[in-house]
């Protein structure tokens, strides 16, 4: 729906009609999430002839670099063009967050913290859509144990009215991440009480609690508590399906990352190598998948091919730096 239903009136647009640069973009973002990456990123760049100060467009390239692992391109990308999608514009978090995750592949993280505390959540925003990303980029960051000191704590403080009234499961999921890395567990338990009811509902939100919402928010809390084993389970069960409750291929990346990650402080070594593996031969230019593949090795005590995916690590790291 996402790609098709914008190509199914696309004929009817027109570099004449104004706003067409627009229906570019939703549809070269349509086209990346299916995975239609070049179709995607020329669509995109078509739309930026027309109108450079179409932040969709600029965002949907960005989403095919991020896929890509073309980490430098991708910093170059939005960089360049920040005059483009960032003064007033409402939609500009979300791409100061992308530019973020470039950074966070690389491995510099203050550059992640920096952007977290300069754009990202410079206020006390109750937009859930920049909670979901300040949620999502300290999540990943937990993930890679780096002490974030208070903005656990602040980001638990806005998601807290959805502890009462968990209301859409992409969100909720996002709510019990920011109650887990701020160590509120009752929040966090509150929250899965309220998405119970939820998915016994018959909207559409209730399939989405039910197939993916639930089983996730779930494996959020096990990770938090030290229960990896379940934590691998729950997402093991779900991973394949994680697009039906909504996001990104990008943001539900995090997803996966729970997953190595308590895959490999569960002691399922075979587990988490073969996670690894997906990620690196799909994206071998990340300098984290490296990072990843020598953590692994370093388990199965193979120590010379440890240092070789570190070395690639660093390699790739040079290339973008
Ligand atoms: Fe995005």
New binding site residues.
């Given amino acids: 729906m996402l790609r098709d239903r914008v190509a199914q009136i696309l004929p009817l647009w027109d570099a004449s009609t104004p706003g067409y640069n627009f229906v570019l973009g939703m549809y070269a973002f349509g086209l990346e999430e299916t995975g239609a990456y070049s179709r995607a990123e020329d669509t995109g760049r078509q739309a930026l002839e027309l109108n450079p100060r179409d932040p969709w467009a600029v ?1 949907a390239v ?2 095919v670099m991020e896929m890509q692992g073309r980490l430098r391109e991708g910093v170059n990308w939005l960089v360049e063009r920040q005059k483009d999608w960032a003064p007033n514009n409402g939609f500009a978090f ?1 791409n100061w ?2 530019l973020a995750l470039y950074h966070l592949d690389i491995g510099n993280i203050s550059e992640v913290l920096s952007l977290y505390d300069s754009q990202i959540r410079p206020a006390d925003s109750r937009v859930p859509l920049e909670m979901i990303d300040a949620s999502a980029l300290l999540w990943r960051l937990y993930l890679r144990d780096v002490d974030v000191g208070h903005r656990w704590s602040a980001l638990s403080a806005a998601w807290e009215s959805c502890a009462e009234d968990a209301y859409y499961a992409f969100n909720d999921v996002h709510a019990v991440m920011a109650f887990v890395g701020a160590q509120q567990l009752d929040r966090a338990l509150k929250t899965l009480a309220v998405m119970e009811r939820r998915a016994a509902d018959t909207d559409t939100n209730a399939v989405m609690t039910r197939e993916v919402g639930l089983p996730v928010a779930r494996a959020l809390v096990d990770f938090g508590v030290g229960r990896y084993e379940a934590c691998v389970e729950r997402l093991l069960s779900v991973r394949t399906v994680t697009n039906r409750f909504g996001g ?1 291929n ?2 539900r990346d995090l997803i996966h990352l729970t997953l190595v990650e308590a895959a490999l402080r569960a002691g399922k070594i075979k587990l988490a190598r073969a996670l690894a593996a997906e990620r690196t031969q799909l994206k071998p230019t990340s300098p984290f998948n490296w990072h990843l593949t020598a953590r692994v090795h370093e388990s199965m005590g193979e120590h010379e091919r440890a240092a070789r995916a570190r070395e690639s690590a660093e390699a790739r790291r040079r290339v973008v730096l």
């Fill in positions: 965002h960005a989403h979300h967050w992308h990104s990008a943001q």
